[in-house]
């Protein structure tokens, strides 16, 4: 790359409209408007931008005012935000085709899930790992430092904790990065980057309303530039309301195997009497009624209501012509809740005095399936989870001579998160209600109002899943860079560096346990040190002085991270990149790199918990077998000893094309290929078909007594737990699994990363149109057994593309966005009544007007207005069967036809 390019590149990054913008950024003219007038502090500002441009860091290198050598950069400008209706920074995430879990979708943590599993929705690129796994192979960053990660069972950056009017861009390099920044890069960097500058106040509001739906957010940011220096203050509040299931047509959970019309729960107000293999329908206990049935939907929340608060204050100043510094502080706050029906089953006996005999069937012990909705309402069971976190930072820059600066870090950031589910019914009290004899200790589930001891029943739903962690991480950083020697080329541009961190991770939780216990108990705690060193240097073979036919520019760069953690020892990734222009209207890039995602503290937690379980089903049977009456299943859980890094080997190829013969074109596609090894994770118990083909090796179908009992002497006390299975006449375990979390699976994916920009003025103002998305090409995983499986048509979408046509006419500003999920097949199972997924596509409008005007009350004034969905389109149908059919495919869901009316106003 030539000098040329290279500042321009430099001028378009400080603007926030990088060559590789998804959509437009933030204007030098809107820039400038937020700067101090006058002659003196013009020339300050001109000064101060000046320096500003030599020491920016893009994402994905080491090196101030260089792009990444060979890979592919995403920025996406603080404009994003208004013309997608972005509310949070994960929907402005939601916008981009890489993120696959996030886009064309809804980010929330939760939809019908259960929040002990899930606490943090966070984005996905390449869609490496669960998103329910305690690691994450997507590094999140806030101006390219770490902060401590929120959630009980998982250990993870909340993207919505920073405010949306501080954002200045977004940065995404879809290349694994732990040469430069260590664990978790595997398949790319996300970068929020917040403003440096601003002067003045500027404030915006918008609401949105669906059916049965409302959101509300505001924003206000107010700062002073002196020139020489800026501080600021943003705040963001958000919330909206819960979504459930009866607010959407397409959200059903429906028996498919039976009928697609039928509900598929059988646990209904006023439920069902089963008894000796017939179902009797309450009230009339008459077998030809049929049962009664219910969409178990109905009344489960698939959007969480929420409530979010989150700032920043930034200073920024510099102290002379040498050094200057910049500090950050935040704090953020988010709490969710949702809420669904409980529905149970209970046995009874004729002891019971609430007992009903069915007159066509009088003998036997009755299980009745019933809702405690007649008593405790359709919104009994809670469930919520929520975090609070602070940290603060200080950078300090001083140069070194004419072309070398030392930058320093100081990174202190903490959390608190939580987690319950309460109202669920504990099964020994439930059970024992069931069985009981008088009218003091028994329940009357043909009719629960009618029970005379309505404190019983509050007793059994005095139970909660409950979890608590704190997280705590000190981040402390050197860097030195600059010019090592000049070639024809241009400078050979390098940069060393140290980092510590120091992370403390606190962490408790139990399940079916009282309400308000769990504060009694005392906390789990895990640390852990990391020692790293690291480099990278640029080589400019070829640039504007030495430029020959045919080689316009040709730069190469290297770089290497080696780090040494506490617990599981040391780890180096290096990273080559290349970025070669035949003629300056073409790029061609490549790189290749190793990166990994260490085992996170609540991996490391599990590993010294470890614990029998006994559960009275048999939880997994393989195809052909058939368990015995009575069977019980004997599981080992926790998290394996002894873990190690999750590795992946990443390169990728791309090109760039500007063709001058097009004004306002570029085109650019970028292929990629990563090989991800030793993935952490827990055997799926919950998919059988699954277990037996790719994890057979750590379950045991008929185990002898020697097996039983070498099994339960893995874990301390764990041999009193297999004791009663080993004795004459003992129930029948029909299997033992090991249910730990290990390093166990491969992936490999590889696919193109493609878009095309279009821009031109025009007599009424300016059109533009981009289209950009992503296409998989292969996917292949493997177990720990088993055959290597192709993923790539089942049960995955190979296509994620956003369309985007605009025009600006005037102050108007109008868009149009289109978001095309495609279909994809599924593998059909018992509980999967389907071959294919159906395509997903939505339109969303977008319309922003700035009031012309000079006045107080009319200057810098804008209204704007979102239609996302525009024709209110459904996901495609899901059909599940099971008590967890619900209609709504993965990654695939929508709040329907949402309008969003908003307001700005700069001072």
């Known amino acids: 790359m030539n000098v040329t390019s290279v500042r321009s590149l430099r001028c378009g990054l400080l603007a926030g409209i990088a060559a590789a913008a998804l959509s437009p950024g933030i204007s030098l003219a809107q820039q400038a408007s937020q700067r101090p007038q006058g002659e003196e502090a013009a020339k300050a500002k001109a000064k101060s931008d000046a320096a500003s441009v030599d020491d920016i860091v893009v994402t994905g290198t080491l090196l101030r005012g260089a792009a990444p050598v060979g890979s592919n950069l995403i920025s996406v400008g603080q404009d994003a935000v208004q013309s997608q209706g972005a509310t949070s920074t994960n929907e402005l995430l939601a916008t981009v085709p890489q993120v696959t879990n996030f886009f064309n979708t809804v980010p929330t943590q939760t939809l019908a899930g259960n929040p002990?599993?899930?606490?943090?929705?966070?984005?996905?690129?390449?869609?490496?790992?669960?998103?329910?796994?305690?690691?994450?192979?997507?590094?999140?960053?806030?101006?390219?430092?770490?902060?401590?990660?929120?959630?009980?069972?998982?250990?993870?950056?909340?993207?919505?904790?920073?405010?949306?009017?501080?954002?200045?861009?977004?940065?995404?390099?879809?290349?694994?990065?732990?040469?430069?920044?260590?664990?978790?890069?595997?398949?790319?960097?996300?970068?929020?980057?917040?403003r440096r500058r601003f002067n003045g106040l500027e404030v915006n509001a918008r609401h949105g309303i669906a059916d049965n739906y409302r959101s509300t957010d505001a924003n206000v940011i107010a700062g002073?530039?002196?020139?020489?220096?800026?501080?600021?203050?943003?705040?963001?509040?958000?919330?909206?309301?819960?979504?459930?299931?009866?607010?959407?047509?397409?959200?059903?959970?429906?028996?498919?195997?039976?009928?697609?019309?039928?509900?598929?729960?059988?646990?209904?107000?006023?439920?069902?009497?089963?008894?000796?293999g017939v179902t009797y329908p309450l009230p009339s206990l008459a077998a030809a009624q049929g049962a009664n049935r219910c969409d178990a939907s109905d009344n489960a929340t698939f959007v969480p209501r929420n409530k979010r608060h989150s700032a920043l204050a930034s200073l920024s100043q510099e102290l002379n012509d040498f050094i200057s510094v910049d500090l950050r502080a935040f704090y953020g706050k988010r709490d969710t809740l949702s809420e669904n029906e409980l529905r149970n089953s209970v046995t009874i006996t004729s002891a019971n005095p609430y007992y009903r005999r069915i007159a066509a069937n009088p003998v036997g012990?009755?299980?009745?399936?019933?809702?405690?909705?007649?008593?405790?309402?359709?919104?009994?069971?809670?469930?919520?989870?929520?975090?609070?976190?602070?940290?603060?930072?200080?950078?300090?820059?001083?140069?070194?001579?004419?072309?070398?600066?030392?930058?320093?870090?100081?990174?202190?950031?903490?959390?608190?998160?939580?987690?319950?589910?309460?109202?669920?019914?504990?099964?020994?009290?439930?059970?024992?209600?069931?069985?009981?004899?008088?009218?003091?200790?028994a329940i009357n589930p043909y009719d629960l109002a009618a029970t005379s001891n309505q404190a019983l029943i509050a007793d059994i739903v005095d139970n909660e899943n409950v979890g608590q962690a704190k997280d705590q991480l000190l981040d402390l950083r050197a860097i030195v860079d600059g010019s090592l020697l000049t070639l024809p080329g241009g400078d050979v541009r390098v940069a060393i560096g140290y980092e510590y961190m120091q992370q403390d991770f606190r962490q408790r939780f139990a399940s079916d346990i009282?309400?308000?216990?769990?504060?009694?108990?005392?906390?789990?705690?895990?640390?852990?040190?990391?020692?790293?060193?690291?480099?990278?240097?640029?080589?400019?073979?070829?640039?504007?002085?030495?430029?020959?036919?045919?080689?316009?520019?040709?730069?190469?760069?290297?770089?290497?991270?080696?780090?040494?953690?506490?617990?599981?020892?040391?780890?180096?990734?290096?990273?080559?990149g290349v970025t070669y222009e035949p003629v300056d209207w073409l790029t061609i890039r490549g790189n290749w790199s190793t990166s990994f995602t260490a085992p996170t503290p609540v991996d490391q937690l599990g590993s010294l918990r470890n614990n029998i379980q006994v559960f009275p089903i048999a939880a997994a049977v393989p195809s052909g077998d058939t368990a015995p009456a009575g069977s019980n299943t004997i599981a080992l859980q926790g998290a394996r000893p002894n873990l190690q890094p999750q590795t992946a080997e990443t390169w990728s190829v791309g090109a760039e094309i500007n063709p001058p013969f097009v004004d306002g074109l570029r085109l650019s596609a970028n292929y990629y290929h990563v090989n991800f090894e030793d993935i952490l994770l827990a055997p799926p118990v919950q998919t059988p078909s699954q277990l037996f083909q790719s994890y057979s090796d750590v379950v045991t179908i008929r185990p002898t007594a020697a097996q039983i009992a070498a099994f339960?002497?893995?874990?301390?006390?764990?041999a009193a737990a297999v004791a009663p299975f080993l004795l004459p006449g003992a129930p029948v375990v029909y299997q033992l699994i090991d249910f730990r979390t290990g390093n166990f699976k491969s992936l490999e994916v590889s696919g193109i990363d493609f878009q095309a920009n279009y821009s031109r003025p025009t007599g009424f103002g300016s059109i533009d149109a981009n289209v950009s998305g992503n296409y998989q090409l292969t996917r292949k995983s493997k177990g720990s057994v088993g055959p290597t499986l192709t993923e790539l048509n089942a049960n995955n979408p190979r296509l994620t593309l956003q369309g985007l046509l605009g025009a600006n006419l005037g102050n108007l500003r109008a868009q149009v966005t289109w978001n095309h999920t495609s279909g994809f097949d599924v593998v059909r199972t018992t509980q999967l009544i389907q071959d294919r997924i159906g395509a997903f596509d939505t339109i969303n409008l977008f319309f922003k007007y700035d009031v012309p005007g000079e006045s107080a009350l009319l200057k810098d004034l804008s209204f704007t207005l979102n239609i996302n969905n525009v024709f209110d389109t459904d996901p495609p149908a899901f059909r599940q069967t099971g008590l967890n059919g619900f209609a709504t495919a993965p990654n695939e869901f929508t709040l329907g036809r949402l309008f969003m009316l908003g307001a700005s106003k700069k001072f």
């Open 514 to 576: 009282r309400v308000g216990v769990l504060a009694t108990r005392p906390y789990a705690a895990y640390n852990r040190d990391t020692h790293s060193v690291f480099g990278e240097i640029l080589v400019p073979i070829f640039g504007t002085d030495n430029a020959v036919g045919g080689i316009n520019s040709l730069t190469l760069s290297a770089s290497a991270r080696y780090d040494k953690y506490s617990d599981f020892g040391d780890t180096f990734n290096p990273k080559i």
């Open 712 to 718: 339960g002497a893995q874990v301390p006390g764990g």
């Open 224 to 276: 002073k530039d002196w020139g020489s220096g800026s501080f600021y203050v943003a705040y963001n509040f958000a919330r909206n309301d819960a979504l459930f299931g009866r607010d959407r047509k397409f959200i059903r959970a429906l028996d498919y195997s039976r009928d697609p019309a039928v509900p598929n729960s059988i646990q209904c107000d006023p439920g069902n009497v089963l008894l000796n």
């Open 116 to 194: 002990n599993q899930l606490q943090v929705a966070r984005p996905n690129l390449r869609n490496l790992l669960a998103t329910n796994a305690s690691t994450s192979a997507t590094l999140v960053l806030v101006d390219g430092r770490r902060l401590a990660g929120v959630g009980v069972n998982q250990a993870t950056l909340d993207p919505d904790l920073i405010p949306t009017g501080a954002i200045e861009r977004v940065e995404i390099v879809t290349d694994g990065g732990s040469s430069t920044y260590g664990a978790d890069a595997v398949g790319g960097v996300i970068n929020f980057i917040t």
């Open 365 to 441: 012990n009755q299980t009745v399936n019933f809702s405690f909705a007649p008593v405790l309402g359709t919104d009994s069971i809670k469930l919520g989870s929520g975090f609070q976190e602070w940290g603060a930072n200080a950078e300090v820059k001083a140069k070194l001579g004419s072309n070398w600066q030392l930058r320093t870090l100081f990174n202190y950031s903490r959390s608190s998160s939580y987690f319950f589910i309460r109202g669920q019914a504990n099964p020994g009290r439930l059970s024992a209600a069931g069985r009981g004899t008088t009218l003091a200790t």
